[in-house]
């Protein structure tokens, strides 16, 4: 019995205490939640929490699977912490059927199966490459899982080998790979047509031209050689050997030969000779920004170029019995000079009686004056007094051929003043300016000027860079 007050207190103290500790267990217990065990890629992972599927097992396990992979219990199946998890891994294979190639990810567990499962329609006679190793069909049967599956489709094929024809299957893909599983034996300088290397179609036919033993007398030497040619100048290339100038071959060259035979190369010993002459160059124009507008420069220098003549000298028994042009042909071509024109466009300032004006070209043009009554046409004429640009004729309108001028620009010309380049003119062409006066103020102009073209500057298309 808990008599004195201090008795009972550090009993209901202590009390407390284990209520609350074990109070903090339960909680403590219940955050935690179940624990499940994972079997994947032959290691054991555990993981603690409350989890509604087995999804969200693996997902807060960090566990990548794919949809072939097989998992025990499912996906969505509620999970039991009493029972494993277990990720059995689909293995990847690639499959390729003549050009077309695919990986399919399988649970299988040998070839056949995975043949089976992908649905791939076959025959029999086919060759199938595991892993670069061939078999039959009727091997598959127990093979373990490859990483590659390959299916050739059996082709015929006929074989030509000289007066012999064979017809074969095969799934080769090349004519050397189709010769090699027919078991012929090429010797050097055989010929095969097609090329070994190429491809190989369903019924195509291959041609084998046998090497046959040739004997060559040239330069005092004596040359055997084997070859499939039948010509003696086919027969002379394949062994490096030419002919120049005039030699000649015995037996002619368009005659066809036989295993065995002999040919006889025949020299006539030519000299060359050699003349050079000069050939010009030519210029260039190309635009450049580094450059002001009417300005030019030699960008890189142009080099005269070298035209060779060759004389043919034909000699017999080393004595000089005759010459003949024997070509020209040019040694080094030349290289066109390139001369750059300014295309940089710098807006400058002048000052005039009637204020300062702004100008972004100046060219030097020949200058002429005009009324309506001197333009040519007469009073009754439809255009009479009217300019090009439909303004009337008069003080402050300029002729101006537009491919130098800028059609609708302004001008300045000293003792003139501001004109607007509105007219044109049969006689207006290059460098010539016609400045417009009304009648009775007529100032005669001779000579030449400097015209500025004023601001605005117009857009690049409208602006001749080359005035001649």
């Known amino acids: 019995m808990l008599t004195s007050p201090k008795t009972r207190l550090i009993f209901i103290i202590s009390l407390i205490v284990l209520l609350t500790a074990g109070a903090g267990t339960?909680?403590?217990?219940?955050?935690?939640?179940?624990?499940?065990?994972?079997?994947?890629?032959?290691?054991?992972?555990?993981?603690?929490?409350?989890?509604?599927?087995?999804?969200?097992?693996?997902?807060?396990s960090a566990i990548s699977y794919r949809p072939e992979d097989l998992i025990r219990p499912g996906l969505d199946v509620f999970p039991d912490s009493g029972t494993a998890i277990t990720i059995?891994?689909?293995?990847?294979?690639?499959?390729?059927?003549?050009?077309?190639?695919?990986?399919?990810?399988?649970?299988?567990?040998?070839?056949?199966?995975?043949?089976?499962?992908s649905g791939i329609k076959?025959?029999?006679?086919?060759?199938?490459?595991i892993d670069d190793q061939l078999y039959s069909i009727q091997e598959l049967e127990g093979i373990p899982l490859a990483e590659s599956i390959e299916?050739?489709?059996m082709r015929s094929?006929?074989?030509h080998d000289g007066a012999k024809t064979m017809e074969i299957m095969t799934g080769a893909k090349s004519v050397g790979k189709a010769l090699e599983e027919a078991r012929i034996i090429l010797f050097e300088n055989d010929k095969v047509d097609p090329p070994l290397g190429s491809w190989i179609f369903p019924d195509q036919e291959i041609k084998i031209h046998r090497a046959k033993p040739y004997t060559i007398q040239v330069d005092?030497?004596?040359?055997?050689?084997?070859?499939?040619?039948?010509?003696?100048?086919?027969?002379?290339?394949?062994?490096?050997?030419?002919l120049s100038g005039q030699d000649y071959v015995q037996?002619?060259?368009?005659?066809?030969?036989?295993?065995?035979?002999?040919?006889?190369?025949?020299?006539?010993?030519?000299?060359?000779?050699?003349q050079e002459e000069p050939l010009p160059y030519s210029s260039i124009l190309v635009g450049t920004d580094e450059l002001e507008i009417d300005q030019r420069a030699i960008l890189s220098q142009g080099v005269t170029g070298i035209l060779q003549q060759q004389t043919r000298i034909?000699?017999?028994?080393?004595?000089?019995?005759?010459?003949?042009?024997?070509?020209?042909?040019?040694?080094?071509?030349?290289?066109?000079?390139v001369v750059g024109y300014g295309t940089n466009i710098v807006v400058r300032s002048l000052d005039t009686p009637s204020g300062p004006i702004e100008y972004w070209r100046v060219v030097r043009m020949r200058v002429t004056s005009y009324t309506t009554a001197s333009a040519g046409k007469s009073s009754d004429h439809p255009s009479y007094g009217i300019t090009a640009s439909g303004l009337p004729a008069g003080t402050g309108v300029v002729a101006i051929d537009p491919n130098i001028v800028p059609f609708r620009s302004k001008v300045y010309v000293e003792g003139y003043g501001i004109g607007f380049a509105g007219d044109t003119g049969g006689a207006i062409k290059g460098r010539i300016i016609d400045l417009g006066y009304d009648e009775g103020e007529l100032v005669s102009w001779r000579g030449f000027v400097d015209v500025y073209f004023l601001t605005p500057v117009p857009p690049a298309e409208s602006i001749n860079f080359l005035i001649s």
């Open 122 to 129: 076959f025959n029999r006679s086919d060759q199938i490459l």
């Open 220 to 242: 005092g030497m004596r040359i055997e050689i084997s070859s499939h040619h039948t010509s003696p100048l086919d027969i002379l290339e394949e062994a490096g050997i030419g």
């Open 157 to 159: 094929l006929t074989i």
């Open 151 to 153: 299916i050739s489709r």
């Open 26 to 60: 339960t909680f403590i217990l219940s955050i935690r939640g179940d624990k499940f065990t994972i079997y994947h890629d032959g290691q054991i992972d555990t993981i603690q929490g409350s989890f509604s599927k087995v999804r969200e097992v693996l997902d807060a």
């Open 314 to 337: 034909r000699y017999e028994n080393g004595s000089e019995v005759g010459r003949s042009p024997a070509g020209k042909w040019v040694s080094r071509e030349p290289i066109d000079e």
């Open 88 to 117: 059995n891994r689909a293995q990847p294979i690639e499959i390729k059927v003549g050009e077309n190639t695919q990986t399919i990810w399988t649970l299988q567990p040998d070839i056949a199966s995975v043949l089976f499962e």
């Open 251 to 274: 037996p002619d060259i368009d005659t066809p030969l036989e295993s065995g035979d002999t040919i006889e190369v025949h020299r006539i010993t030519e000299g060359l000779e050699i």
